[in-house]
């Protein structure tokens, strides 16, 4: 079972409808129980980082998600909730990637395949596939990066990996078939 940490409904119910018409198993909650329960954790996008990080800390579930030892993926602006410290926001994330820079732009809206940096189980199989990006907040450059897109002569942490975190930048749901590549390689173990 897969767990959807359900702080954004509209995110949660597009991801868990995504991962259902495929025949994978899911649940969107914000229970700690339920979540400690499942096999995997994904944490989908969000559109107010803020009312994100507060939902997290009240429910106990940021404090959970240091400690688990499943693995864990941040799709989209979830990507975010791995670094230390988000400058713009002034807000404190996991602290799992904690050289990324957070940085902050209009949003962006555009296809691409990836530059591959690192071997990842995430991106077997993707090496041709097409992404599509959707953003305003993104992750410079960093040593957790297993694959980056450049955009305006700046290279983006695409997708990021560190012990059993995993990140991707990109819209898993608007991806089509890349998009569900990544997900069954996150869910096999």
Excluded: W
């Amino acid at each position: 079972m897969i767990a959807i940490v359900n702080y954004d409904r509209k995110a949660a119910k597009k991801l868990s409808s995504f991962l259902s018409d495929r025949g994978i198993d899911n649940i969107a909650t914000l229970d700690e129980a339920e979540i400690s329960l499942s096999d995997k954790i994904i944490l989908p996008h969000f559109h107010d980082l803020k009312s994100t990080l507060k939902k997290l800390q009240l429910s106990n579930i940021f404090s959970l998600l240091k400690v688990v030892k499943k693995d864990i993926l941040g799709i989209n602006s979830g990507m975010l909730l791995f670094c230390r410290f988000i400058k713009d926001a002034e807000l404190t994330g996991l602290g799992v990637f904690e050289n990324a820079e957070v940085c902050m732009r209009n949003k962006l809206r555009f296809d691409s395949k990836l530059q591959v940096l690192k071997e990842c189980k995430l991106l077997k199989g993707c090496a041709d596939e097409i992404f599509h990006f959707e953003f305003e907040y993104y992750i410079s450059d960093n040593v957790n990066a297993v694959a980056q897109v450049n955009f305006e002569d700046k290279n983006i942490s695409a997708v990021a990996a560190k012990n059993n975190y995993y990140a991707a930048l990109f819209s898993i749901e608007d991806s089509g078939s890349a998009g569900e590549k990544i997900i069954r390689n996150f869910i096999t173990p």
